[in-house]
């Protein structure tokens, strides 16, 4: 079946843009997280989304961050005001819901530049 | 707030040969404990999930320790073959639903 699909997969804007960066997840996985992933480095929690709860935000760096999820499906995370210190891989992931046995299903991730 | 410490230093070994990869944590000992593949330019796919009250969990060549005394996993890939090279990600739980990741540890299997 589809997995979770990420676009654009590769962005590149100049410093002070906003962009926005968006997440299909696996149909029927009503838990959706966003994490970051600069070079060399381990992935950074964002923010949690499940169900209709009201999200996990404690990962997210500044203010300049802020995602949403309508529907309970598609998410988008925003960055406004971007700096170079954003650009990373930013990778969203998706698991069915309150059981770990599954772990968590990513996808490919889109690379951001900020020049 | 917990720390994951991986091998940053690549681990070569000849295919046939086990690979034993080590992940180490610094604070309270996680609910969970999770081993991901991560290849170039692609996100993570998980691998294996085990939990705190068990010892070892075995998958085809994989098998994973838990060991909570020590506060450490060790992942092994047995019979390893080239197409094993990655790099590989020790996760824990929170506490919360988010993962903390370890940055990984690069696996290169000579044929």
């Known amino acids: 079946g589809a997995g979770v699909s990420q676009s654009p997969s590769n962005k590149v804007t100049e410093k002070g843009k906003d962009v926005e960066l968006r997440c299909d997840p696996i149909s029927g996985h009503t838990a959706l997280y966003w994490y970051r992933q600069s070079l060399g480095q381990g992935l950074e929690f964002l923010i949690y989304?499940?169900?209709?709860?009201?999200?996990?935000k404690s990962g997210l760096p500044s203010d300049r961050f802020s995602a949403e999820r309508t529907g309970g499906s598609v998410s988008t995370l925003t960055i406004q005001r971007t700096q170079q210190e954003d650009s990373a891989v930013y990778l969203c992931?998706?698991?069915?819901?309150?059981?770990?046995?599954?772990?968590?299903?990513f996808g490919p991730g889109t690379r951001l530049l900020v020049l | 707030s917990q720390k994951i410490e991986q091998n940053s230093e690549a681990l070569n070994i000849q295919e046939g040969k086990t690979a034993t990869l080590t992940c180490n944590y610094t604070?309270?000992?996680?609910?969970?404990l999770q081993w991901y593949r991560q290849d170039p330019g692609r996100g993570p796919v998980f691998l294996l999930l085990i939990r705190e009250n068990e010892k070892e969990k075995r998958k085809e060549r994989l098998k994973v320790t838990f060991d909570t005394t020590l506060k450490q996993s060790l992942f092994h890939i047995t019979a390893s073959q080239p197409a094993d090279s990655a790099t590989y990600l020790c996760?824990?739980?929170?506490?919360?639903?988010?993962?903390?990741f370890g940055s990984g540890t690069r696996l290169q299997v000579q044929p």
């Open positions: 604070n309270y000992s996680p609910a969970y």
């Open positions: 996760a824990v739980d929170t506490g919360r639903r988010a993962l903390t």
């Open positions: 989304f499940q169900g209709n709860s009201a999200p996990d």
């Open positions: 992931a998706s698991s069915p819901g309150t059981d770990y046995k599954e772990g968590q299903y």
